[in-house]
């Protein structure tokens, strides 16, 4: 039932881009993105709602593939802040406001 | 605008011990979650206040309980505590919007059991 994001952990040069996956095995209502930094609070990043819509913030983005129930996280020209470990949380049902989070995904940025 | 506030921030308890930590949600928020996360682990649904009353519960026993206030805010009291009890505690405010329900964090309590 949790979501199993990929991969677990990657390490990039400052202005590389990566992309983080969030699968689920149960039809999803929203995504929700979080950057959480070592000691610190979860941070909102975006949610996706299904119907595929892609969402941009910056230079992050994220897209939701409902057929795959499959979210991607987009980080383009990385910047030594977006350092951190990306969790997204998949709520089922419209309403529930209730979170499952993925595994994580530790990102690394070096100068 | 204040957003999630919680409290204390750090704390350490014995083992067979009660704890209750404490939430006030973001302004304009009714519905208040409460998570813990251990070390290396994503957040984990502990339950979920509305209008005063626990509307939904994770897989957790009985030795964790809360309350929601009137003015929205939360408590989460933990039983008897163990050593496993040990992580940080998170509180989570939404509100049920149609554009989706945007869901925020406080900083959290790390709560530590010796």
């Known amino acids: 039932q949790q979501p199993v994001q990929s991969p677990q952990a990657v390490i990039l040069r400052e202005g590389e881009d990566a992309v983080i996956n969030c699968s689920s095995s149960?039809?999803?209502?929203?995504v929700h993105w979080y950057r959480q930094k070592h000691g610190e609070a979860p941070v909102f990043l975006m949610i996706l709602l299904k119907g595929g819509e892609q969402k941009g913030h910056e230079k992050i983005s994220a897209s939701f593939n409902e057929k795959k129930q499959q979210s991607s996280l987009y980080l383009t020209a990385s910047q030594l802040s977006y350092s951190g470990t990306y969790f997204c949380g998949t709520e089922l049902i419209f309403g529930n406001e209730k979170l499952t989070f993925g595994t994580g995904t530790r990102l690394t940025i070096i100068p | 605008d204040a957003g999630v506030t919680q409290s204390p921030t750090h704390l350490i308890k014995t083992r067979g011990q009660q704890v209750t930590l404490r939430c006030s949600p973001k302004s304009g928020h009714d519905t208040v979650s409460w998570y813990q996360q251990a070390l290396g682990q994503g957040p984990q649904f502990i339950f979920q206040?509305?209008?005063?009353?626990?509307?939904q519960r994770g897989n957790f026993p009985d030795r964790f309980s809360g309350h929601q206030f009137p003015n929205y805010s939360s408590e989460l009291n933990v039983n008897a505590l163990l050593l496993g009890d040990s992580a940080l505690y998170l509180c989570?405010?939404?509100?049920?919007?149609?554009?989706?329900?945007?869901?925020?964090f406080g900083e959290g309590s790390w709560l530590t059991v010796v």
């Open positions: 206040y509305y209008e005063e009353e626990e509307r």
């Open positions: 149960k039809a999803l209502y929203s």
């Open positions: 989570a405010s939404s509100r049920q919007q149609i554009s989706g329900n945007t869901i925020y």
